[in-house]
């Protein structure tokens, strides 16, 4: 998921349907420069397929090596959570983390709090409760535009986290949508999937017209509904 400044790349991946080994992802790790490795693209079928669970197809050092590369890869982006199928890795691995600095209204409407730097493994997330929240996001993997989505505003993550210990909590806010976006990369979903098709623009028009804290003036404008705040 973006932070609305992102870049992107393209580059060959491991085709979703192959077994993942740890030399095929050690080679694709040799290959970062700065500890960082290109961000594939929407289009790549690694991008549309289910990750396969994380059962242990690493060794120790490559995959704490994988997580740093992951790390390193969103903060360069920027970006607040990477899957890693978006490193051509289809396996059910995120990393998440929100340090930026945004407005103080921005903070409020989206109830967007910071996020500790995270490791997802095999994480599935249900909504709790009936309460949506419609918001605009982008995604490092469709470069250069955003929509509004809507998501639960909480959700029921579980998971593991790199040492294995298992994750069952409730999140809420802004930090759920990064999980809730995220999680959905693993299963071959992209956000524009959920998205309000008629709320698509290009990052310049977001900057120029619709980065209000909530997306109701662009929703008037542009034809499209969301629920009601």
Do not use: K
Request: proline share 7%; hydrophobic share 40%; net charge negative.
């Amino acid at each position: 998921m973006t932070d609305d400044r992102a870049v992107t790349h393209d580059r060959a991946v491991t085709e979703p349907d192959a077994e993942v080994s740890g030399d095929s992802v050690r080679e694709l790790l040799a290959e970062a420069r700065g500890g960082v490795v290109p961000i594939v693209s929407a289009g790549a079928p690694v991008l549309r397929s289910r990750a396969a669970t994380y059962a242990g197809q690493l060794d120790g050092e490559t995959f704490a090596e994988l997580i740093e590369v992951m790390r390193a890869t969103m903060h360069a982006a920027p970006g607040v959570g990477l899957a890693a199928p978006q490193i051509g890795i289809p396996l059910q691995i995120a990393v998440i983390e929100d340090g930026f600095e945004v407005g103080a209204d921005i903070a409020r409407v989206r109830d967007r709090t910071p996020v500790p730097f995270r490791v997802l493994v095999n994480p599935r997330y249900t909504p709790v409760g009936s309460q949506t929240a419609s918001f605009y996001e982008g995604c490092l993997s469709v470069p250069g535009y955003q929509a509004v989505v809507t998501r639960a505003a909480q959700v029921r993550l579980e998971c593991t986290d790199e040492a294995g210990r298992e994750i069952d909590e409730v999140v809420r806010g802004w930090p759920a949508r990064i999980v809730a976006h995220e999680t959905d990369h693993l299963a071959g979903t992209l956000y524009i999937d959920r998205a309000h098709t008629r709320s698509l623009t290009t990052d310049e028009q977001y900057g120029a017209r619709w980065s209000d804290p909530a997306p109701e003036r662009a929703a008037q404008a542009l034809g499209f509904t969301v629920d009601p705040r």
